[in-house]
């Protein structure tokens, strides 16, 4: 099936509510919430003046320079490297986004300030291949997310109590971290065989060349 060009999707669903409609107001709601003083403060709590940088003369500019320190790996990062981050997420682990009324997600949003955090989220790209503190984060609620929506699916639709909640979560997080080691574990033995081929190859194209001789 030929996939559709942006331009010639519908604009309106079987409903005829605009598709589009529930992620815009989302990102219209995360965009206000930057301007909110709960986040400025938060921000403004992780800021580390340093000294200023040098000039290309070698000497020091006017302004200092100014980085935000993450609470994870206590690194300092400029401002584009990070997140201010929801410790408790937006949308609970154990609910579907689509069942939240927009209120719901406004005050979820708009949060109190000791439920923020600054995390590192530098791409993988611009950091040597290591994971950013956010970029981690995601992964792990990412997993969870999907392990209550399995189980979800064959439950009913009531909402679990919270001490089910905090067991299987406790559960799933040690599960996680067995899925990283595992993963850890897979990489060091691919890099492995790697460096042998390597090794192999040169060592074969060296005793090629001493034949020749």
Known sequence: MKKLNKKDKPLYDENGRWVEERGRIKGAIRRAFRLSPQMKEVLNNARVELSPALK???TPGKRPRVRYRCVQCNELFSQKNVQVDHIETVVP???AEISMSYDEI?????????NLQVLCSTP???????????????QEEKFLRNKWSELLKKCDSSLPKIDYIKEN???????YQKHLEDKEEKK???????REKITKRKGNSTSYKGNEK
């Open 169 to 175: 979560e406790d559960k799933w997080k040690e599960e």
């Open 93 to 95: 682990l154990y609910k």
């Open 106 to 114: 406004v005050r979820g949003v708009f949060c109190d300030k000791d």
């Open 188 to 194: 060091r033995l691919r890099d492995e065989r790697r």
């Open 56 to 58: 290309k003369d070698g």
């Open 124 to 138: 993988i790209k611009r950091n040597n291949g290591i994971q950013s503190c956010h970029h981690k984060k995601t």
